[in-house]
């Protein structure tokens, strides 16, 4: 499986992005894709994931009414549209699959297994 993010940039706080992830290799079945967020010195934190087989959609509280995640029917492509953009959104934005989204895992990075290079978001005046 390999993951290809794009879509970062510098934008001005309460300006919008969207990230998006190409996924080859692996597109058939029920999967779990993830976005998450590394800032430096900071752990990495899921931000939002999407359950392909439920269409179930998990957010991270600093993302709830900020960001939206969503993916083609093809499954080939993963988003994430941010919008109102504050500072501390300011990191290395990373996409992710796991076999399956869990409602109390699926924010941790140890519950997926590929990863794509990361596209850095940075958010300043």
């Known amino acids: 499986v390999q993951l290809v993010e794009s879509g970062g940039g510098s934008v001005q706080p309460g300006g919008s992005l969207r990230l998006s992830c190409s996924v080859s290799?692996?597109?058939?079945?029920?999967?779990?894709m993830g976005w998450f967020r590394q800032a430096p010195g900071k752990e990495r934190e899921g931000v939002a994931s999407?359950?392909?087989?439920?269409?179930?959609?998990y957010y991270a509280d600093s993302a709830k009414g900020r960001f939206t995640i969503s993916q083609d029917n093809a499954k080939i492509t993963l988003y994430l549209q941010m919008n109102s953009l504050k500072p501390e959104d300011t990191a290395m934005y990373y996409c992710?699959?796991?076999?399956?989204?869990?409602?109390?895992?699926?924010?941790?990075?140890?519950?997926?297994?590929?990863w794509g290079q990361g596209t850095q978001v940075t958010v300043s005046s």
């Open positions: 999407f359950d392909t087989g439920s269409r179930i959609k």
């Open positions: 992710a699959t796991a076999r399956v989204c869990v409602s109390g895992s699926w924010p941790r990075a140890s519950s997926y297994s590929y």
């Open positions: 290799g692996y597109t058939a079945g029920r999967f779990c």
